[in-house]
């Protein structure tokens, strides 16, 4: 599920940190919600951000000083936690096999100047 990759700690911490009063009661309330499994994977991303974002905003915003401060912080982590996602789901480049096998010599290190020296320079 999409919110597994989310990293809720994150963003309660973020929010503390804005002067939310985020405590055990909050974070027991969405382990309750999220134990319900909402799905956020299929569908227009738009809309499931928005519903996401509701959610969180109906269990920690308790006032509007509260809502400005989750609103600015719940958009930086919802775009830091996208990107994340894109890259966890980017397709590994694939690497084009080697026209012609490669030796690998694998000998004592010969230091610059002896190298000169042995070849007379």
């Given amino acids: 599920m999409i919110h597994d990759h ?3 700690e994150a963003l309660l911490l ?6 939310l009063p985020v405590g ?3 974070v027991l309330r969405l382990q309750q919600v999220f134990a319900r499994q909402p799905d956020f994977a ?6 499931n951000r928005r519903r996401l974002k509701a959610l969180l905003r109906a269990v920690l915003v308790k006032s ?3 809502r400005t401060a989750f609103e600015r912080v719940c958009d930086i982590w ?23 096998p490669v030796a690998v010599v694998i000998g004592p290190a010969v230091s610059r100047s002896r190298e000169k ?5």
Avoid: F, I, M
């Avoid at 973020?14 to 002067?19: H, K, P, Q, S």
């Fill in 78 to 100: 919802l775009k830091r936690a996208e990107q994340d996602l894109h890259a966890y789901l980017k397709p590994e480049p694939s690497v084009p096999p080697l026209s012609e």
């Fill in 24 to 26: 055990v009661t909050e």
């Fill in 117 to 121: 020296r042995s070849l007379g320079l």
């Fill in 42 to 47: 299929g569908g227009d991303h738009e809309y």
């Fill in 14 to 19: 973020a929010l503390r940190e804005a002067g």
């Fill in 64 to 66: 509007q000083k509260d």
């Fill in 6 to 8: 989310l990293n809720l």
